[in-house]
């Protein structure tokens, strides 16, 4: 009886094990989402004009993304001035909402050796999130240019490259 229960031991624990042993596989897909990246072009500069200054107080002039400026302070427009507009960008992209960074400011008087002028306060319009339906959407910006009084300033044209950034959100 001892050998028929050692055989039995010997053939039936092996074949036991091996049909206890299971194997389960499973697949998965890869998938990405492609998109069409954002493109930017530059329709008009940022243009201030030209602008006189009082000898003794210094002011600003805003342009807004449409063109239109206003004056404080010592800042003046000629009575003939040259044309002034807002910066205007085209962007093109997907049907996504797309954020626009913008700098603070952009003219480093150390940079260019002045003392008193700086470009900043931008603003834009549409607003800075806007949602574009596959399709391309013309973007105005505007600045404030901030000017010492002019006994500090020589005559000259300043022009200063600003970028902006697009992104989708």
Same mark, same amino acid.
């Given at each position: ?16 094990? $091996? ?120 973007? %105005?910006? %505007? ?11 020589? $005559? ?14």
């Amino acid at each position: 009886m001892n050998k028929y229960l050692l055989l039995f031991i010997l053939f039936f624990f092996p074949v036991a094990y $091996s049909f206890s042993q299971q194997v389960a596989s499973a697949t998965s897909g890869a998938k990405a989402g492609i998109t069409t990246p954002v493109v930017v072009s530059k329709s008009a500069d940022l243009v201030f004009g030209t602008i006189s200054v009082s000898m003794t107080n210094g002011g600003t002039i805003i342009i807004n993304p449409d063109g239109t400026r206003t004056t404080s302070g010592g800042v003046h427009i000629p009575t003939f001035p040259p044309a002034s507009s807002g910066a205007s960008f085209t962007v093109a992209s997907q049907d996504y909402t797309y954020y626009i960074s913008l700098p603070t400011t952009v003219l480093d008087p150390k940079e260019y050796d002045l003392k008193v002028m700086d470009i900043g306060h931008f603003v834009t319009n549409p607003v800075i999130n806007e949602t574009v339906n596959s399709g391309t959407k013309t973007i %105005g910006i %505007g600045a404030t240019l901030t000017v010492g009084p002019a006994k500090s300033i020589a $005559s000259e044209e300043v022009v200063v490259p600003f970028p902006i950034i697009v992104t989708y959100n």
